[in-house]
């Protein structure tokens, strides 16, 4: 069977919460089940009782060690009163899990198995404040020693002895690995991390995100209370506010609570579907999924591994750097983003401003298994406005991976053709 556009229908996320924030009396699979049907609300047109056919769900989630347990894609559809007939997987590729949702999601729509009309419901979800402690199981019953729990939050866990410790570093030592391969001066990094605050506070205040994010409803002793913004934006962020922090790996480091991404709690959503689909969604679609690409490296240079990713996903896309609109790079740290854009202007990036033009995971938060679907969501609403016609989505992935897709606005023309 010939192989079938993929095309994204529509896009939601949560506000991203502050670790210990607004979202933290919320369990992970609540926060999923709300962003579902809050997608489906924007898709009126959609019956939500046909999705029990030619529909798959595809959720990201990087833990899976508490609530999020037992598939949390399948666990989120039944808890949203969707049909028990469809089908839900849960991806883990760590920080890409939801992008990765995404690419799976396309490739079984491109390939038919779902049908001329199949729809895929795509998402991501991670609660970093709820991650539980966990405890490895002991050789034998009734140890006589102490056991440690450990944080499953963020980072290497019960790491394998046969590893090699060059590659089980911490993420912020791994990046400082990387500030000292390329250069990258700790101002240079606080400057993008105050870029990415203003252009979120901005964003914030044009409205742009009213459109792309569902508030959520938290009950408590006192009420229920509406999360409607993200609360890691700062809009008083300076550079020199920014100078005046600590390095958190290094005593003589460069990297700073302000210049890499927080420890957040969120939700995202996507609809995705073949050309055929538009007549179930009762709605046109807004981009086609042009090129999809991943890329690995060593474990400990994961921050610089979207740089392939994206080289090849425009490749397959069959376009240039040259040609590329708007950028959606996950800001896991100030210093891999920049590594990746210097990296990417002699490929032929026009202009280093056209990358997270309205704020990124700096600013806005990065709760895992969210963030590949934010940035893809965010990418087609950018698109749109500036009226491009090609974009790219990238995030770092950690143990040296990474994933970008290539999206085309269906709404820009090139050459009067769409």
Known sequence: MEQLDTYLYAATRTPFGKFNGALAGVRPDDLAAGVLTDLLARTPGLDAASLAERTEVFFGNANGAGEDNRNVGRMAWLL?????????????????????????????????DLGEDGIAVVGGVESMTRAPWVLPKPDRPFPAGDVTAVSTTLGWRLVNRRMPQEWTVSLGEANE??????????????????????????????????????????????????????????????????????????????ITAGNASPLSDGASA????????????????????????????????FGFAPVEAANRALALAGIGWDQVGAVELNEAFAVQSLACVDAWLPEGLRDPGIVNTRGGA???????????????????????????????AAICIGVG?????????????????R
Request: aromatic share 4%.
């Open 80 to 112: 949203a009163g969707l049909p028990v007939a469809t089908p839900a997987t849960t991806i883990n590729r760590l920080c890409g899990s939801s992008l990765d949702a995404a690419i799976q999601a396309s490739r079984a729509l491109a390939s038919g």
């Open 270 to 301: 996507l609809l995705l579907g073949t050309a055929g689909a538009a007549a179930r969604v009762g709605a046109e679609p807004v981009a086609r999924i042009a090129g999809r690409a991943a890329s690995a490296l060593e474990p400990q240079a």
């Open 362 to 392: 700096i600013a806005l938060g990065h709760p895992l298994g969210a963030s590949g679907g934010r940035v893809l969501g965010t990418l087609a609403a950018v698109l749109r406005e500036r009226g491009e016609r090609w974009g790219l």
């Open 401 to 417: 991976q990474a994933l970008a897709v290539v999206l085309e606005n269906l709404d820009a023309t090139a050459g009067g053709t």
């Open 177 to 254: 690995q990387l500030q000292e391969r390329f250069g990258i001066s700790r101002e240079r990094q606080d400057a993008f991390a105050s870029r990415s605050h203003e252009l979120a506070a901005q964003a914030w205040a044009d409205g742009f995100y009213d459109a792309l994010v569902s508030p959520v409803e938290v009950p408590g002793r006192k009420g229920t209370t509406t999360v409607a913004r993200d609360e890691g934006v700062r809009p008083d962020t300076t550079v020199d506010t920014l100078a005046g922090l600590r390095p958190s790996f290094r005593p003589d480091g460069t």
